[in-house]
Each structure stands twice: as structure tokens, then as C-alpha cells.
């Protein structure tokens, strides 16, 4: 592939997508447990999609969000044709050459981010489910295409237990998406339960609060439950690395019950201690 005057090597590109990741991971540092071979193109992914979830999400993009994004686009199938510009997307022409990485995957990221920008409700669980098809299963699957697992079955495992992150980490940031007037608890299960948006707005744990945080957490349960094994259905070069994310993204609704689904004033994470423990439940796992 032919590389646009990039002014720096292909490892300086790599090392910039590494140091993206470094500075923005939250429960475990992305891509630290698989062979180091294979590091680098996870942090050229993590990379590609971080920025372009920064530009749907952080502030200093406000107004220009859905420009950002669409020259994010461009820059992508120029990355595909050839003409790779700029350290990401000279690391990410590499990484998709080498693996042979499909570009719908990519976009079908793009487009979670750009409706992240017009939409900030979500009426139905359905339609909650078809966001997150978008916006996270296709980063399970990039993955195990890194490591030469691209079939279905694994494929659609990965899906149950992405969506599962996808919406722990919803459910764990309720009061951080609510300050950006977005909601992912889906409408209909909120009136069902007589949760309003003034009950969000102001942080209001009622027993009905409760009840539809139980609902929303024992959905995510099964979610995580049905793509377990696929902890098991991957080779030594990327098990540790999966039962470390299965384990924190579980661990994380384990934290909403432990603070009576208080999510406003108890946000889940994961300290220090906590981080050893998952290690070593990881390290120790037992299979289904």
C-alpha cells in the first residue's frame, strides 16, 4: 500500500496508536495480555475507534461532530485504496492488509458513532440491541479476526458478550449519559416501571428504579452467559485476554447490585484491588 507523505515510520505510527490506547483505558490496558506480535494491530483499531468515538462524544467537537466523522469516513477508504494519511490510519492500512479485516466492520462503527450525535433515546430493548450490533459486537469481531478465529459460531458468541459490555458500561454511567441528555435505558421498560426522566435528572433511587435496574442487569446477565463459552473456544494466544474482559464486564453488574443499583452516587469501577482479583479468577478460571 502506498503511504501518502506521511512524515514518520510505520513503528512511529504504531507507537502513536499504542499511547492512545495507554491513555484511555479504564479497567484493563487494551491489548496487555495478547502476544506482543499481535499487540500492535489491536492498538491500531482501538485507535480508529477511540477518535472516532471521541468526535461523537467529547466536548470540544460540539458543532462539527457529524463533520469530523464523515472526513474520519473518507480518510478510512482512502486507508483501504492506498492512500493512507496521517499515524492511525497509516497503522490501521497495515493492520487491515496483513489480516485481511473488512471494511463493513469499520463502518458499521462509524454509524453507531453518527447516531450517537442524533439520537440520544431509545424506545424499545430491540432497538437498544441493534445500536449495540453496531457499536460493539463489531470490535469482538475484529479481534478474533486478529487471531485468525473469523467464524460464525465464535463470531456470534462474541456478539452476546459485547452487546453484555456495551451495556454494563450503559448501565454503569446512567448519571455520565444523562448529563450529555442521553438515555440508553429503553423508554418503554422505564414507563413500565414508572421511571421518569426527572427521577434520572436528579439521581431518585425508588424501589421502582430498582426494579427496572434489576430487569435491565439480569437481561445483561444472560447476554454474558450465552457468549461464555467462548472464553473457552479460543486458543492460549487470546483465552487470558477474554476471560479478563469477561470477567470485568460481569463483575461490573455485580458492583450495580452491591450499591443497591445506586448508580448516582456509587458508580462501578474497577480499583486496584479488585483488578488483582479479576487477574486471578481469570488465571484460575473454571469452565463451564
Not at 450490533?133 to 452476546?160: C, K, Q, T, W
Not at 450503559?170 to 448529563?179: E, G, L, M, N
Not at 443499583?261 to 463451564?288: E, N, Q, S, T
Amino acid at each position: 500500500m502506498a503511504i501518502v507523505n506521511p512524515g514518520f515510520t510505520l513503528e512511529d505510527a504504531y507507537a502513536h496508536c499504542r499511547e492512545r490506547a495507554r491513555r484511555h483505558y479504564e479497567n484493563f490496558p487494551v491489548g496487555l495480555f495478547v502476544p506482543r506480535a499481535k499487540r500492535r494491530h489491536v492498538h491500531a483499531l482501538y485507535a480508529f475507534a477511540r477518535a472516532a468515538d471521541d468526535f461523537a462524544d467529547e466536548r470540544i467537537y460540539e458543532g462539527f461532530r457529524e463533520k469530523r466523522l464523515d472526513d474520519w469516513e473518507a480518510r478510512l477508504h482512502a486507508a483501504y485504496e492506498g492512500r493512507a494519511d496521517g499515524p492511525i490510519f497509516v497503522a490501521l492500512s497495515d493492520t487491515v492488509r496483513r489480516l485481511d479485516i473488512p471494511k463493513a466492520l469499520l463502518l458499521d462503527l462509524l454509524s453507531a458513532f453518527r447516531q450517537d450525535v442524533v439520537k440520544s433515546r431509545y424506545e424499545t430493548w430491540d432497538e437498544l440491541l441493534d445500536y449495540c450490533r453496531r457499536s460493539a459486537n463489531p470490535i469482538g469481531r475484529l479481534v478474533l479476526m486478529l487471531f485468525g478465529y473469523g467464524d460464525e459460531p465464535r463470531a456470534e458468541l462474541s456478539d452476546h458478550v459485547c452487546t453484555a459490555l456495551q451495556l454494563a458500561n450503559h448501565w454503569q454511567d446512567i448519571a455520565v449519559d444523562f448529563a450529555k441528555d442521553r438515555v440508553y435505558m429503553p423508554l418503554e421498560l422505564c414507563r413500565d416501571r414508572g421511571v421518569s426522566e426527572d427521577d434520572l435528572r436528579i439521581g431518585r433511587v425508588t424501589g421502582s428504579f430498582q426494579a427496572l435496574m434489576a430487569d435491565l442487569v439480569a437481561r445483561t446477565r444472560e447476554l454474558f452467559r450465552r457468549g461464555r463459552p467462548l472464553c473457552d473456544a479460543v486458543g492460549r494466544d487470546l483465552r487470558f485476554e477474554l476471560r479478563l474482559t469477561w470477567l470485568g464486564g460481569s463483575s461490573i453488574l455485580d458492583g450495580i447490585e452491591t450499591a443497591g443499583f445506586d448508580v448516582f452516587r456509587r458508580r462501578p469501577r474497577h480499583g486496584l484491588p479488585a483488578k488483582v482479583g479479576i487477574a486471578l479468577r481469570a488465571f484460575f478460571w473454571r469452565g463451564a
